[in-house]
């Protein structure tokens, strides 16, 4: 039995071997020839890609498929990118004020790396002639039932984070929608990571781009990290530029003109905001990292601007411990982190809030253990969160205070997707 562990545990290791490579191909970290090779095949799986999509654009702005109503408003969050723009602080801070203005809000999540449905059962069902499993409730607005394996990172943390306000989880979003309004009377959808659903037809979207690494490549899956073409950004609603410290380039600039020519745009940072515990209560202030040589633990898309977060605040060494996004971490990969741990004599572990919920309890590193909390700064666009929300979703209102203030009326947002 042992050898039977073993033997799948090397399987998954150069499994995870060669994902890491194809990921460093992609975001350019690899050079030599068995990168450009590699590179030159994806490229071409990245054309029928772009067929696919194009088609499927197509099959929904001609109508033949249809998307959805649902009869109360939905919004989508959304990235015209794989990973990496810092979208579930925004849903989160979306989530609460949407909350906080009265509003009975679900959240609705695909429920990405979550535990699926043993498949023996589902073929015992489809035999039988059951219906489909209902939805998965992550949390009810007052209990959270499932831990970030079963729920998938993103649907626990934001349940865990955001009492009063429903997370579901489902592949079919629409199914999930109509469970949300039927069982727990909602009025308000947030389609999380949905920009690319159509099948569900929303009042607003709200696009995310990361300043930093707006477009990568510019290559479709999988030879870059674009989803759709960097053009299918004017049919956002609204963009938010992401990890905005110091503004966007010129370039990006103007290809938000062009794009979206008099569309606004709101620019918006990641603040880390203190240290939390990893388990427990106990928590830092950022100071605290200054002079101190620590680890980088991490399983996002896009490491860098988590650690140099730790340079930012003053760590003297940052020593990183990169892994696929989503990754789960094996009892042998925590040995080994705290053997590295042990012959570079660091001083502290942190790591993020995302990978922290996929972290065993059984993990003691032997030293101070913490994941960055961070929040969402607006920068330009708006004069807080709560100004934006109230433009984006409450336009009439936000008309009626600017005709007060000014004497002046503001575009309103478009009322529906364009899939032109």
Not at 24 to 38: L, N, T
Not at 87 to 97: I, Y
Not at 319 to 334: I, M
Not at 366 to 374: A, E, H, K, Q, T
Request: proline letters at 5%; a positive charge.
């Amino acid at each position: 039995m042992n050898g039977v562990k073993q033997f799948k545990e090397a399987i998954d290791r150069q499994l995870n071997r060669f994902a890491t490579f194809t990921v460093d191909v992609i975001y350019g970290r690899r050079k030599g020839r068995a990168a450009f090779i590699w590179g030159s095949c994806l490229l071409g799986l990245s054309l029928l890609y772009r067929l696919i999509v194009y088609l499927r654009r197509q099959l929904y702005r001609s109508r033949i498929l249809r998307a959805q109503h649902l009869g109360c408003l939905v919004v989508v969050v959304g990235n015209l990118t794989v990973g990496g723009t810092g979208k579930t602080p925004v849903v989160e801070k979306l989530a609460r004020t949407l909350h906080s203005k009265g509003r009975k809000v679900a959240i609705l999540s695909r429920g990405y790396k979550s535990k699926k449905e043993p498949l023996v059962k589902k073929w015992l069902r489809m035999i039988s002639h059951q219906p489909p499993a209902p939805p998965r409730v992550v949390s009810d607005g007052k209990t959270v039932f499932f831990d970030s394996e079963v729920a998938g990172d993103e649907p626990y943390m934001l349940a865990r984070n955001l009492p009063g306000v429903v997370v579901v989880t489902d592949k079919d979003r629409v199914k999930a929608g109509l469970y949300a309004i039927r069982k727990f009377g909602v009025d308000t959808l947030i389609l999380d990571d949905g920009f690319q659903y159509f099948q569900l037809q929303d009042h607003l979207q709200l696009l995310l781009i990361d300043k930093t690494n707006p477009f990568g490549n510019g290559q479709l899956l999988p030879r870059g990290i674009l989803r759709e073409p960097a053009k299918q950004m004017k049919r956002a609603s609204y963009v938010f530029l992401t990890k905005s410290e110091d503004g966007p380039s010129d370039e990006l600039i103007e290809t938000l003109k062009q794009h979206r020519k008099e569309r606004e745009w709101i620019e918006c940072s990641h603040r880390p905001r203190y240290l939390q515990a990893v388990f427990g209560d106990a928590h830092e202030p950022l100071e605290w990292l200054k002079g101190k040589r620590v680890g980088a633990l991490s399983g996002i898309a896009v490491p860098e601007s988590f650690e140099q977060f730790l340079h930012d605040y003053g760590a003297s060494e940052v020593v990183p411990f990169r892994f696929l996004d989503h990754h789960r971490f094996t009892g042998q990969e925590l040995r080994d982190i705290m053997g590295t741990i042990r012959s570079e004599g660091l001083e502290a572990l942190v790591t993020t809030e995302k990978d922290a919920v996929r972290i065993s309890p059984d993990f003691d590193p032997g030293l101070p253990f913490f994941f960055l909390r961070v929040e969402i700064k607006l920068l330009y666009g708006a004069n807080s969160f709560e100004e934006a929300v109230r433009r984006i979703c409450f336009p009439r209102q936000a008309a009626d205070a600017d005709r007060w203030v000014s004497g002046q009326t503001r575009t309103p947002f478009p009322a529906q997707r364009d899939l032109n």
